[in-house]
């Protein structure tokens, strides 16, 4: 159980001082990740999201729990 060491390594890169954070170096820091071994990147942004949510304009809030007693 627990979560993969490849993960780990993910959220360390991400929580860590701004000077040695993943992304300083753009995307290839992740691209460099165990994580992320296989991902087509190039084809990434042609591939479907898998949840695509609807919205019936900027003020639409059916995406997000709404507390009846409090704002969040």
């Not at 993969?4 to 990740?33: H, I, K, M, T, Y």
């Not at 990434?44 to 409090?70: E, H, K, Q």
């Amino acid at each position: 159980g627990g979560v993969p060491a490849a993960a780990r390594a993910l959220v360390r890169g991400l929580l860590c001082a701004p000077g040695a954070r993943l992304g300083r170096g753009g995307a290839r820091d992740f691209r460099a990740l165990p994580l992320f071994a296989g991902m087509r990147w190039r084809a990434l942004r042609r591939c479907p999201a898998p949840f695509a949510p609807s919205a019936a304009g900027a003020a639409d809030t059916s995406n997000f729990d709404v507390l009846d007693d409090c704002l969040s």
